[in-house]
């Protein structure tokens, strides 16, 4: 094979993301469930360059993530790819007990043994932006600090109330800390390599890079690229770094810029499920309810409790599959916007049980994902949307998907693919797995119409 790159994602939706941005770039990629066989890549994926495992360390503890990314490291270093990928989210979702950023530094640094970490947060064609050190994401027509981000400072999981990256992954690990700031990127090629190797010979073992601009991507691209030796570079980064290494590889002429990907046309009948409580998702509930979608709220507190999962699931199934059989575009949502009263309830349901609050993306979206899997199967529905990281996850896995490819791109990180699926049934179904605070007000609407 020859590889570019390979990559682990922390969450489902931030590595369509990736493959996303490798596509639109030039670079033929597949997203994988689980790291895929080279035999297996060879036979089925003759032509493709890039390879990516979809996780969810985003929601794990440290001791699960050094249970689970080691292997899965050393497997993808297997396949011989210049250059290694542990993919976060832009937003940078993390704290010391979930999802721990640096905890998945340290275990790269024990498997790849990295002279030192790029990490590029920032990503502008998402709106995402690095000045300084402090990141920023806009919302809308407004950009914000992301310890004053709408959804960002309120995260049930992991609020972000420090949006200095420097500081708030010192809060994960023990690693020196290097920036290369937005002063710095304005400086010419040699001298910002030789900026970037004197932050290496003071001991910096992650470098952080500012990142505002397409001139300040095209440049870490060329930087971090020219890092490549003897030993796979190791990148904890968004997939703004897939952005900066398409740039520069198209700038090159390593690669060239592929032609636009056609449109795939309407469905007359689309399901949508969310599990997502960014505000993004609530404006597009909000267009689909008046939009004529049919509409029906998921009862989390009682999908979340052991004893009442079965009896609400099938009431859910059964008044979703009277609505589809009037030809009705439906909707099941779990909740509407930050601030919904249900997210307090379903979280209090789960510490009253003695199962803790944060187990609720992973149970609350098992259920989802068994019935969007029911109500697929008993309605033979080509087209499916699935909103939120956790939901997304898990509703992929009880589909038996185990790839992904890009059909057609709707909004940036949240594309159209084609699943592969070991279930005959699912093989080939069209489904977009979206982040919540992804696409604009009509992105259901998009997805229906394929256009």
């Known amino acids: 094979m020859n590889l570019l ?30 790291v895929p066989d080279e035999a297996f890549i060879r ?22 993530m050094e249970a689970e990314l080691p292997p899965v490291f050393r497997a993808l270093q297997q396949l011989g790819a210049p250059l290694f990928h542990y993919k976060i989210c832009s937003t940078f979702d993390s704290s010391p007990t979930v999802g721990n950023i640096g905890t998945a530094a340290e275990i790269g640094w024990r498997v790849f043994q ?16 690095v000045a300084f050190g402090n990141l920023f994401a806009t919302v809308g027509e407004n950009t914000y600090r992301l310890d004053r981000h ?47 190797q004197t932050l290496v010979d003071d001991g910096c073992e992650v470098i952080l890079f500012d990142t505002l601009d397409q001139t300040h991507v095209q440049k870490i691209g060329r930087l971090v690229w020219a890092q490549r030796g003897e030993r796979p570079i190791f990148s904890v980064s968004s997939s703004g770094l897939e952005y900066a290494l398409t740039a520069h590889w198209q700038q090159t002429g390593f690669i060239e810029a592929p ?74 949502y779990s909740a509407l916007g930050p601030d919904d009263p249900a997210i307090a ?8 049980l003695g199962l803790g609050s944060r187990t609720v993306g992973q149970r609350l979206g098992t259920q989802q994902g068994l019935i969007l899997r029911e109500l697929l199967e008993r309605t033979g529905l080509k087209r499916a949307c699935v909103t939120g990281g956790d939901t997304c996850g898990h509703a992929a896995h009880q589909l038996g ?25 699912f093989d080939g179904l069209q489904i977009s797995l979206k982040a919540g605070q992804v696409g604009k007000p009509d992105y259901f609407g998009s997805i229906l119409r394929g256009a």
């Open 5 to 34: 790159l390979t990559y682990y994602g922390d969450d489902f939706t931030g590595s369509t993301d990736v493959m996303e941005a490798l596509v639109l770039g030039g670079v033929p990629a597949v997203l994988f469930l689980n």
């Open 114 to 129: 990295p002279q030192a970490i790029p990490m590029m947060v920032g990503a502008p064609p998402l709106k995402r932006y």
């Open 150 to 196: 709408p959804t960002m400072s309120k995260h049930p999981i992991t609020p972000m109330d420090e949006s200095d990256l420097r500081l708030h992954l010192g809060k994960q690990t023990g690693r020196k800390i290097g920036l290369i700031d937005t002063l710095q990127l304005a400086q010419s090629d040699d001298a910002l390599a030789q900026h970037y």
């Open 345 to 352: 309830a379903t979280n209090g349901r789960l510490d009253a």
């Open 43 to 64: 036979e089925h994926f003759p032509d493709v360059r890039a390879i990516g495992v979809a996780g969810v360390s985003r929601s794990m503890s440290p001791d699960q």
């Open 401 to 425: 998907i185990y790839a992904l490819e890009i059909l057609m791109p709707v909004a940036p990180g949240a594309p159209l693919c084609r699943a592969r699926s070991h279930n005959p049934r």
């Open 259 to 332: 032609p636009p990907l056609p449109s795939v046309g309407a469905v007359e009948q689309l399901l949508i499920i969310s599990g997502s409580a960014a505000p993004g998702t609530a404006g597009q509930i909000q267009w689909a309810m008046a939009n004529d979608f049919e509409a029906v709220r998921l009862d989390g507190v009682k999908l979340v409790d052991p004893a009442l999962a079965d009896a609400e699931r099938e009431r859910v199934i059964e008044q979703a599959l009277a609505s589809l059989g009037q030809g009705r575009n439906l909707l099941l």
